[in-house]
């Protein structure tokens, strides 16, 4: 991009939208374009939609502000954190006990026991004591028949 005005980036994601927003807001923020994270995503999602809203994605969201803090102060280290519950507000429909699965650098660091489902709950919680830290993914999973249907995946 240094190299002139004819220099081009073409950056693709499945609807064009959170993951390459989520890049183009840090090299707007990178490049000295505008100041904040929220300035970026606002600037963004003008331009790219219809009704303003580029970025939607909170852990998305959250990527672009931990990148202003990065320009801002450096790369902050890891919290440890605990993990001590998963609510579950929509209940699938599957049969069987849903247990969660944390997922720390592609390695699984916690699977919880299956617990069932209280009849006509409309949430239900998943509990779990487990220390974590830096980016997690949590898994909710059900075994079904010998194998495992991940039902849902979250980034936290």
Same mark, same amino acid.
């Given at each position: 991009?240094?190299? *002139? ?8 994601? @499945?609807?064009? $939208? ?16 505008? /100041?904040?994270? %929220? !300035? ?9 939609? $219809? %009704? ?7 852990? #998305? #969201? ?5 990148? !202003? #803090?990065?320009? @801002?102060?450096?790369?902050?280290? +890891?919290?440890?954190? @605990?993990?001590?519950?998963? &609510?579950?507000?929509?209940? +699938?429909? =599957?049969?069987?006990?849903? =247990? ?7 390695? !699984? ?9 209280? $009849?006509? /709950?409309?949430?239900?919680?998943? %509990? ?8 997690? $993914?949590? #898994?909710?999973?059900? @075994? /079904?028949? *010998? ?6 995946? &979250?980034?936290?």
């Amino acid at each position: 991009m240094k190299g *002139g005005e004819n220099r081009v980036v073409g950056i693709n994601c @499945k609807a064009g $939208k959170g993951r390459t927003g989520l890049i183009i807001c840090c090299y707007l923020m990178h490049s000295g374009i505008v /100041a904040t994270a %929220d !300035e970026a995503m606002t600037y963004y999602g003008t331009r790219r939609t $219809k %009704d303003g809203k580029g970025v939607t994605i909170a852990s #998305q #969201q959250r990527y672009v502000r931990y990148y !202003e #803090q990065v320009l @801002k102060t450096g790369v902050p280290e +890891p919290r440890l954190l @605990k993990l001590t519950k998963v &609510r579950v507000h929509t209940i +699938p429909n =599957f049969d069987g006990n849903p =247990f969660i699965t944390a997922v720390q650098k592609n390695q !699984e660091v916690f699977t919880s026991k299956p617990q069932p489902i209280p $009849k006509k /709950a409309t949430s239900y919680d998943i %509990d779990c004591e487990v220390p974590l830290y830096g980016d997690i $993914k949590i #898994q909710l999973s059900n @075994k /079904a028949r *010998g194998s495992v249907c991940i039902l849902k995946q &979250r980034y936290i």
